[in-house]
C-alpha cells in the first residue's frame, strides 16, 4: 500500500488495457548467462475477479537471454487446493491454467511429475510442450553416454506426444499448497464433468515451504500442542474423579465450548468455539468458529451432530415468493446444489457447510461462481462467455433480489445431513419437497462408508 492525498491506495491495479497509467516498473538486473545487465520489468496488477498477480519480464540485450514468470501478489488462501482434470478433447487441451510458484503437476499414468517452478500462466497442450522440450534437452549427449536411460526418456517422450495429439486419454493433476492455482471451467456456471477439485489442510511442511512458519515456530507448535493435550488428559482424569459428588452434569448443549487449535494461516495457536443446537422438525447440528487473533483469520463451518443418515436426501424449493427468501437453509459439507432454470449445478462439497438463508446462499453461489471463473471476466475474455457469464450473474442477483420468482432451488446431499426451513411446519408445505433415496457406490465411497465396517469389529 502506498499513500496519495492521505489515503491508501493499493500497489495493484485493475487490469485494463485503456489505462495508461499501468506501467511496469523497469529495473536493472544481472543476466545469469552472461553475467551483464539485464532489465526487469515488474508490472502489479489484478486479473479481474481473481487475485492480485506480479507479472515479470526478464531480457538482456548482451546475449538474447529472456524469461518471463507470474507469482501471486495476494495472500495464501486458507487451504491448499488439487485439482483433477481428465483430458479427451481439444477443448481439454485449450484449458487456461494459472500456475503457481508452489504447485505441482502430476501425470498419474506416467507416474510423471513436474516439481515447483517459476509461476505461469499457460494451457494443458502448453504443459505437455514445455515438458516434452525439457526432456528432449541433453537427449543427444545421454544417447552416448547413458545410451539405456535416453532410451528410456524417448519412450516417456513418445507417451507424452501421444497425449498431446489426443490419441489417448489422460488425467492430469495439479496440487497447490498455496491454493493460489486454477484450471478453467469452459462450461461455467454448468458442472464440468472432467473437472474435480478437493480443498485440504496444509501440514507443518507445507507451512514451513510457504514460509508461513519457521521451523523453530513448528517445534514449539508441536510442544505446545503436546503441552495441552497433556493437561486436557489431567483434567479429562481429574473430571472424571470429581463427577460422582456433583449434583449433576453440566447441559454442554446450552455452552459455547472453546478449545485450543492450529490456525490453518498462520499455524500458530488460536481460539475454535464450538455450540450444538437443535433445529426444529430436523435434528442436532454443530456450528464451528475459529478466530486467530495474530494472524486475523476466520472461519466457520456447520456440521451435523448426528452421523451420515442411513439415506441421501434431496430437498426442492420452489421459489413463489419473496418471503421464501428469508427461510433458514442448512447446506451440509457433503450438499450439492442447482438450479435448473438457470442449468446450473455446483458439484457436491462446493461452498462447505452453511447455516444461511435462502438469500445468503444464492448470494455465496454468485461470490463463489465469480471467484472461480476468472477468465470469463476481462479484456482477455471471449465475448460470447463473458456475456452469457454476465447474464447468469444478472440472473442470480435478480433471484437473490426476489425480481424473478418460479425457480427451484435443490439441495441434494447424499449425507442427508441438509435441511430447508418449512414455514408451514408440523403441516406439509406445498412448495417443498423432500426426497430420500438409497445413495450408490461411488456416493458411499465418497463418504467412506464402502470400507467402514461396523459388525463384527
Not at 433458514?328 to 447455516?355: R, Y
Amino acid at each position: 500500500m502506498c499513500m496519495e492525498g492521505g489515503k491508501k491506495k493499493s500497489v495493484y491495479s485493475d487490469l485494463n488495457a485503456d489505462d495508461d497509467e499501468l506501467q511496469p516498473t523497469v529495473i536493472e538486473s544481472l543476466c545469469i548467462e552472461c553475467m551483464e545487465e539485464g532489465e526487469t520489468r515488474l508490472l502489479f496488477t489484478k486479473i479481474p475477479f481473481y487475485r492480485e498477480v506480479i507479472l515479470s519480464s526478464f531480457s538482456c540485450n548482451h546475449c538474447g537471454n529472456s524469461n518471463n514468470e507470474i507469482q501471486s501478489g495476494g495472500m495464501v488462501q486458507d487451504k491448499g487446493i488439487t485439482y483433477t482434470l481428465s483430458v479427451s478433447t481439444k477443448q481439454d487441451m485449450s484449458r487456461q491454467i494459472v500456475i503457481s510458484e508452489y504447485s505441482t503437476v502430476s501425470l498419474p499414468s506416467l507416474k510423471f511429475e513436474i516439481p515447483p517452478n517459476r509461476g505461469s500462466m499457460t494451457t494443458v497442450e502448453g504443459i505437455l510442450e514445455k515438458a516434452i522440450s525439457g526432456l528432449q534437452q541433453e537427449q543427444p549427449v545421454r544417447k552416448v553416454m547413458h545410451p539405456e536411460l535416453a532410451e528410456k526418456i524417448d519412450k516417456v517422450t513418445q507417451q507424452l506426444t501421444d497425449f498431446k495429439d489426443l490419441n489417448k486419454s489422460f488425467q492430469l493433476v495439479l496440487d497447490d499448497p498455496s491454493g493460489n492455482s486454477f484450471i478453467e471451467n469452459p462450461n461455467a456456471p454448468k458442472k464440468d464433468d472432467a473437472l474435480t477439485f478437493k480443498h485440504y489442510t496444509r501440514n507443518q511442511e507445507q507451512e514451513k515451504c510457504l514460509g508461513l512458519v519457521a521451523e523453530t515456530d513448528v517445534k514449539e507448535i508441536e510442544g505446545e500442542s503436546i503441552l495441552l493435550q497433556a493437561e486436557t488428559d489431567v483434567k479429562e482424569i481429574e473430571g472424571e474423579k470429581t463427577t460422582a459428588d456433583e449434583e449433576g452434569d453440566s447441559d454442554f448443549k446450552k455452552e459455547v465450548l472453546t478449545f485450543r487449535d492450529s490456525c490453518p494461516r498462520c499455524a500458530t495457536s488460536c481460539d475454535s468455539n464450538m455450540k450444538m443446537i437443535d433445529i426444529p422438525y430436523f435434528k442436532e447440528v454443530i456450528i464451528m468458529a475459529t478466530v486467530c487473533d495474530h494472524c486475523g483469520y476466520r472461519d466457520s463451518e456447520v456440521k451435523g451432530g448426528s452421523g451420515i443418515e442411513p439415506k441421501g436426501r434431496k430437498i426442492t424449493l420452489k421459489i413463489t415468493d419473496p418471503s421464501d427468501l428469508s427461510r433458514d437453509i442448512l447446506k451440509s459439507e457433503t450438499a450439492g446444489v442447482s438450479i435448473p432454470e438457470l442449468e446450473m449445478e455446483l458439484e457436491h462439497g462446493s461452498l462447505g457447510g452453511q447455516f444461511t438463508t435462502v438469500e445468503g446462499l444464492i448470494k455465496n453461489i454468485k461470490d463463489k461462481l465469480i471467484e472461480t471463473s476468472p477468465f470469463y471476466i476481462g479484456d482477455s475474455s471471449e465475448t460470447d462467455k463473458k456475456n452469457k457469464f454476465t447474464e447468469i450473474c444478472d440472473k442470480l442477483s435478480k433471484i437473490e433480489n426476489g425480481e424473478t420468482l418460479n425457480v427451484h432451488l435443490i439441495l441434494d446431499d447424499p449425507a442427508g445431513n441438509s435441511y430447508l426451513q418449512n414455514t408451514y411446519a408440523p403441516d406439509p408445505d406445498p412448495e417443498l419437497k423432500v426426497e430420500e433415496y438409497e445413495r450408490n457406490f461411488e456416493q458411499n465411497e465418497t463418504l467412506g462408508l464402502n470400507d467402514m465396517k461396523t459388525e463384527n469389529y
